[in-house]
């Protein structure tokens, strides 16, 4: 019988993965629509009011989906930036460098809707505990990343120099995680875990979830449309990148 196994690896070739990431964006952004759309309902409408916090916890449905991504999408930047710098694949690189500004975004929203809730909850906009400092880093590591990477002419030479700072800056990911654990800190402990049962209520942790969905479709769907323009700029010279950019203007 025939194999109906697909072929992943061809979509290593930035001529296949170009109209592949062109397909599932709209998807992805229609996926990230619908979710948010349901997650503020139930996050700002459904969903109690805190017992400690009143009105204001409601930020959560913001700030720690963001926060989540912040971390997970600089994980996947130094993934993809190593998988680039070991092999030698042009695809990773880019991918690489098109989830930086995403996971920067996502850093400065954990940031400022941190913010916005410390002031009611804790009396301050900002303190310097483990938690925060730590983000904070990871905002600085984010931007330092995308100006390394500028600062070199040669695209193959920038791509080598900046995965080697994504890669050392992982180890700034657990210090976030397990701050609160190693650290006296302001911030209380995770409330979904997955050793454990939630500690808020159902209401809640449905909005929290598909306000997590959301952001993550978000996310991909945001790489993968910078992802198609990196390449349409690094492969300009290439056929099929002409070809690409020739269907683009036509359609628009």
């Known amino acids: 019988m025939p194999s109906t196994a697909i072929n992943w690896f061809k979509y290593a070739a930035p001529q296949r993965f170009y109209p592949l990431a062109g397909r599932l964006v709209p998807w992805l952004m229609a996926v990230a629509l619908l979710l948010a759309a349901a997650g503020f309902y139930v996050g700002f409408f459904v969903a109690p009011t805190d017992a400690q916090q009143g ?102 030479r920038a791509d080598r120099a900046a995965a080697v700072l994504a890669l050392v800056g992982a180890v700034n990911v657990p210090i976030i995680y397990f701050s609160v654990k190693w650290w006296n800190t302001l911030h209380q402990g995770a409330s979904v875990s997955l050793t454990r049962a939630p500690s808020m209520a159902t209401t809640m942790l449905t909005g929290m979830l598909l306000m997590a969905l959301a952001f993550w479709a978000y996310c991909i769907a945001v790489a993968l449309m910078r992802t198609r323009l990196l390449l349409l700029e690094r492969e300009r010279d290439a056929a099929w990148a002409q070809a690409a950019t020739r269907q683009e203007r036509a359609a628009a």
């Open 55 to 156: 009105e204001a916890y409601r930020i959560i449905f913001v700030h720690v989906p963001a926060a989540w991504m912040s971390m997970v999408v600089y994980l996947a930047m130094a993934f993809w930036a190593g998988i680039g710098l070991v092999f030698n694949a042009r695809l990773a690189s880019v991918l690489a460098l098109a989830l930086a500004p995403t996971g920067a975004l996502m850093t400065f929203l954990a940031l400022w809707t941190g913010a916005l809730w410390g002031k009611p909850t804790w009396g301050a906009w900002w303190v310097w505990d483990a938690r925060l400092t730590s983000e904070l880093i990871l905002l600085f590591l984010y931007l330092g990343y995308m100006s390394l990477h500028a600062a070199i002419e040669d695209p193959r």
